[in-house]
């Protein structure tokens, strides 16, 4: 009688020899999407931002409570900064104003094809739109201070739409693409053409208004020109190169514009007040609106 374990030693021996079981075949699991997206630390800045606007605002235009209508032009510019930057940080704090800029990124493998995968960034596009509605009013504060012609200022403001605008396309634009520097250059360009309409052509113009008018409009458009800087710097950092996380950028860009309009326009109109120099008187309908030979009558024949 033939036992079990006969059984299997007959069969061992009865296998072929020189061969060998194949191995599991190499594979490799494809990287998720990855997304870049704010945290708390993150969206409590921009709700903290959005109240710092917010009261800003109030304190701004209960500074422009006892000045004559005719002399609030720089009150009502910089208040309707800080009013628009309020709207702004509201929408992202709410999630009403972002998107999502996804480049492929390829994964190398030694032994196996390359995979890919998607890396998606948060963009806050109300972050642009705010820009390119406040900087010209905080232009035309330095443009109004210094003196500037009508023909400078139009074209400093002109450039700086330009600048905003190609800033926008430039976070919507594929990561390393020609297109996206492309964009950047065409920001940077006209932010070069935006200094020499104003800081440039201003510093010259502003000096036949006396000293104090001088050092006012020197020092407001060099601390300008430090923080505007700052921004195309920290843009190729985070939406650029995507080497800051969304946290740091929400963070840093909330420092700058806090220091841009919240604190430029308590300097402005604090030391407007001790400057009687800077003062503007705008007549007209900006003072008492239509004149009765400028109001629409109804009901009135032709005399003639």
Not at 186 to 197: E, R
Request: proline share 4%; net charge neutral; charged share 15%.
């Amino acid at each position: 009688m033939i036992r079990p374990e006969q059984v299997v030693e007959m069969m061992s021996l009865a296998k072929p020899t020189g061969t060998s079981v194949p191995g599991p075949i190499p594979t490799v699991i494809p990287t998720p999407t990855e997304y870049q997206a704010a945290g708390g630390e993150g969206y409590r800045t921009l709700w903290v931002t959005f109240a710092i606007m917010v009261a800003s605002s109030a304190t701004f235009a209960l500074l422009s409570w006892n000045v004559p209508i005719s002399r609030r032009i720089y009150y009502v510019l910089t208040t309707l900064m800080t009013i628009t930057a309020s709207l702004s940080y509201f929408a992202m704090a709410s999630g009403h104003s972002v998107s999502y800029n996804c480049i492929t990124v390829r994964d190398y493998h030694e032994h196996v094809p390359d995979t890919f995968h998607d890396v998606c960034r948060q963009v806050y596009w109300a972050r642009y739109i705010d820009w390119t509605l406040t900087t010209p009013l905080l232009l035309l504060n330095l443009c109004l201070l210094a003196g500037i012609d009508g023909g400078h200022t139009l074209m400093a403001i002109v450039a700086n739409f330009i600048m905003n605008l190609s800033a926008l396309f430039t976070a919507f634009s594929s990561t390393g693409t020609a297109q996206k520097w492309g964009w950047y250059a065409i920001s940077i360009i006209s932010y070069i053409f935006v200094i020499w309409h104003v800081a440039l052509h201003g510093t010259r113009m502003v000096s036949a208004k006396g000293s104090g008018v001088s050092r006012l409009f020197n020092s407001l458009a060099l601390y300008s020109l430090i923080l505007w800087t700052a921004y195309p710097i920290i843009w190729g950092v985070a939406d650029g190169a995507r080497k800051m996380t969304v946290d740091t950028e929400i963070m840093t860009y909330a420092i700058l514009d806090i220091l841009a309009k919240t604190v430029f326009g308590l300097w402005l109109l604090v030391s407007h007040r001790a400057v009687p120099e800077t003062n503007i008187e705008l007549d007209g309908y900006w003072s008492h609106g239509l004149t009765s030979e400028g109001r629409i009558r109804v009901g009135d024949e032709d005399l003639n």
